[in-house]
């Protein structure tokens, strides 16, 4: 009787085993996993080839919005003593306004944004902030300073990178007003009006910058697509061959 009963129970398990691994969802076999991984790699190929077009066609309309802004730029560059060089705006360059008080703007060749304050007096400032005024607008910049002597008083207040931005934005945003900047000194302070010309070419320079460091970032972007459609199509090529 015990042995019926014991019978009985091992059936019952075997059966409610049985049906318990037939209810289970059925694992996929070698060949459907490669199959899946192969559909895998097809679609990101074809999402990779549409984004290194869309950055290539993208490279090219900035490119020709950049041409006509990049004649009022120069080059510059000492080779003896400098391994970078910067884009200087042509009516910004530093010698011929060497001997008046100017705010110039440049573009390094590695797309950063330089903003430098000019003071030339027969006095010493001291400058510790760089203002932007307008009529309905006061913002200070900060930055560093450096100073010499020279037939008088010069002193090169470079802003943050950050406040460079900043002040140059501020400045196109409020374009349509009078602007006028302050070099605000431990000893003394200095204003003076940012003529029209000198506004106008810190405006390109801003353009200029967006235009060459949105270039540069979909040419980041191409560079690691196509190493992904490489990649791609490897995989590709290899699941082929293990076909065969």
């Given at each position: 009787?015990?042995?019926?009963?014991?019978?009985?129970?091992?059936?019952?398990?075997?059966?409610?085993?049985?049906?318990?691994?037939?209810?289970?969802?059925?694992?996929?076999?070698?060949?459907?996993?490669?199959?899946?991984?192969?559909?895998?790699?097809?679609?990101?190929?074809?999402?990779?080839?549409?984004?290194?077009?869309?950055?290539?066609?993208?490279?090219?309309?900035l490119?020709?919005?950049?041409?006509?802004v990049?004649?009022?730029?120069?080059?510059?560059?000492?080779?003896?003593?400098?391994?970078?060089?910067?884009?200087?705006?042509?009516?910004?360059?530093?010698?011929?306004?060497?001997?008046?008080?100017?705010?110039?703007?440049?573009?390094?060749?590695?797309?950063?944004?330089?903003?430098?304050?000019?003071?030339?007096?027969?006095?010493?400032?001291?400058?510790?902030?760089?203002?932007?005024?307008?009529?309905?607008?006061?913002?200070?910049?900060?930055?560093?300073?450096?100073?010499?002597?020279?037939?008088?008083?010069?002193?090169?207040?470079?802003?943050t990178?950050?406040?460079?931005?900043?002040?140059?934005?501020?400045?196109?945003?409020?374009?349509?007003?009078?602007?006028?900047?302050?070099?605000?000194?431990?000893?003394?302070?200095y204003r003076?009006?940012?003529?029209?010309?000198?506004?106008?070419?810190?405006?390109e320079?801003?353009?200029?910058?967006?235009?060459?460091n949105?270039?540069?970032?979909?040419?980041?972007?191409?560079?690691?697509?196509?190493?992904?459609?490489?990649?791609?199509?490897?995989?590709?090529?290899?699941?082929?061959?293990?076909?065969?």
């Open positions: 009787m015990k042995n019926r009963i014991f019978i009985t129970f091992a059936l019952l398990a075997i059966i409610f085993t049985g049906l318990w691994t037939s209810c289970g969802p059925k694992r996929p076999s070698v060949a459907e996993l490669r199959e899946q991984k192969r559909l895998e790699d097809s679609t990101n190929l074809v999402l990779q080839q549409h984004s290194l077009q869309y950055a290539d066609s993208m490279i090219l309309v490119q020709q919005q950049v041409e006509p990049m004649k009022d730029f120069y080059y510059d560059k000492n080779d003896a003593y400098e391994d970078h060089g910067r884009y200087v705006h042509r009516s910004l360059k530093t010698a011929p306004n060497s001997s008046r008080c100017y705010i110039q703007a440049y573009v390094t060749d590695a797309y950063r944004v330089i903003v430098k304050g000019y003071y030339v007096g027969s006095y010493p400032l001291h400058i510790s902030s760089l203002q932007l005024l307008t009529d309905s607008l006061s913002q200070s910049f900060n930055g560093s300073n450096h100073t010499f002597e020279a037939e008088g008083y010069h002193e090169i207040f470079t802003l990178e950050e406040d460079a931005i900043a002040f140059l934005k501020l400045l196109d945003a409020y374009s349509y007003q009078k602007e006028r900047i302050a070099f605000v000194g431990t000893k003394s302070n003076f009006l940012l003529p029209e010309k000198d506004k106008q070419a810190l405006i320079t801003l353009l200029f910058a967006t235009l060459m949105d270039i540069h970032q979909l040419e980041l972007q191409a560079r690691q697509t196509s190493l992904h459609i490489e990649k791609y199509q490897k995989r590709l090529e290899n699941a082929k061959i293990d076909e065969k």
